[in-house]
């Protein structure tokens, strides 16, 4: 009996070792060229969205939002959109300051979004067109 046993969890766990081997791995990610971002104006109140092309500029308010990637996930797989960006702010003076460099999570808005003063930005989705012409057809 006891032979048994060894035996039977030998086997469970060969079984189980191959269904983890067998297993697909986690899907790639999508590169897309467009971010596209919700920002608020405190002042008044008014929430608009805005698509961006990665390396491009653009501005909200005093901050300038500039994408460096944006990826998503399969749609056979569950969402996860994220984007690396760079938030410039322009100050009174005319100075620009580095105010955000890192990852925007659209599932989680308030855990890296850019909050200022006067302006937030935050990461919504990713796209592979926009209606706005891209930055060389303007």
Same mark, same amino acid.
């Given at each position: 009996?006891?032979? +048994? #046993?060894?035996?039977?969890? /030998?086997?469970?766990?060969?079984?189980?070792?191959?269904?983890?081997?067998?297993?697909?791995? &986690? +899907?790639?990610?999508? &590169?897309?060229?467009? *971010?596209?971002?919700?920002? #608020?104006?405190? =002042? /008044?109140?008014?929430? =608009?969205? $805005?698509?961006? !092309? =990665?390396?491009?500029?653009?501005? $909200?308010? *005093?901050?300038?939002?500039?994408?460096? %990637?944006? !990826?998503?996930?399969? @749609? /056979?797989? @569950?969402?996860?959109?994220? *984007? $690396?960006?760079?938030?410039?702010?322009?100050?009174?003076?005319?100075? %620009?300051?580095?105010?955000?460099?890192?990852?925007?999570?659209?599932? &989680?808005?308030? #855990?890296?979004?850019?909050?200022?003063? %006067? !302006?937030?930005?935050?990461?919504?989705?990713?796209?592979?067109?926009?209606?706005? +012409?891209?930055?060389?057809?303007?």
């Amino acid at each position: 009996m006891n032979c +048994a #046993l060894v035996r039977f969890g /030998t086997v469970a766990a060969a079984f189980a070792t191959a269904l983890v081997a067998a297993a697909p791995a &986690s +899907a790639e990610k999508i &590169s897309n060229p467009v *971010a596209v971002f919700a920002g #608020l104006d405190k =002042i /008044t109140g008014r929430i =608009i969205s $805005f698509d961006v !092309y =990665i390396d491009e500029t653009v501005q $909200f308010g *005093a901050l300038q939002v500039t994408p460096r %990637v944006c !990826y998503t996930r399969p @749609p /056979t797989e @569950p969402p996860l959109t994220d *984007a $690396f960006i760079e938030v410039d702010e322009i100050t009174l003076n005319r100075t %620009v300051k580095r105010i955000f460099t890192g990852w925007m999570f659209a599932a &989680s808005p308030g #855990l890296h979004a850019v909050d200022h003063a %006067v !302006y937030d930005v935050w990461l919504t989705d990713c796209k592979t067109t926009s209606p706005v +012409a891209p930055p060389g057809n303007r």
